[in-house]
């Protein structure tokens, strides 16, 4: 049975930081593409990163560039968000996914998220200005 959790949410101020881990089980974790969704009250689910195997090629949305890391630690079947400078609109409950398919980071992103394999129960993330 898999399964996949985030944790590391919470609640910080504009211009802080806050690092999100996802651990996933019951697959072999290496095989997997990887990424982090986030959804605001009211607003469209939105790829935030994804990579598959080297954080070189990894996407970011542009509202993130220059502020988040995407990175993963296979031994520890563990996937990272290392997020800096957050801003109020940053907050938002943020999904780890897992996911089978051999498809570039973008289209893991920004395909159709109906498609992905697996979501986590999410982490609540919220900035305060």
């Known amino acids: 049975q898999v399964q996949v959790v985030e944790s590391g949410g919470g609640l910080v101020q504009a211009g802080g930081s806050l690092r999100l881990s996802c651990t996933a089980s019951g697959l072999t974790f290496d095989d997997y593409g990887v990424g982090w969704f986030r959804q605001a009250p009211g607003k469209e689910r939105e790829g935030v990163s994804c990579m598959r195997w080297s954080a070189a090629n990894a996407y970011y949305t542009d509202s993130v560039k220059g502020r988040f890391i995407i990175s993963r630690d296979n031994a520890k079947n563990t996937l990272y968000l290392q997020m800096n400078s957050l801003k109020p609109e940053d907050t938002a409950m943020y999904y780890c996914?897992?996911?089978?398919?051999?498809?570039?980071?973008?289209?893991?992103?920004?395909?159709?998220?109906?498609?992905?394999?697996?979501w986590g129960q999410g982490t609540q993330v919220t900035v305060s200005s």
């Open positions: 996914v897992v996911d089978r398919r051999v498809i570039p980071s973008a289209v893991l992103c920004t395909g159709d998220y109906d498609d992905i394999g697996y």
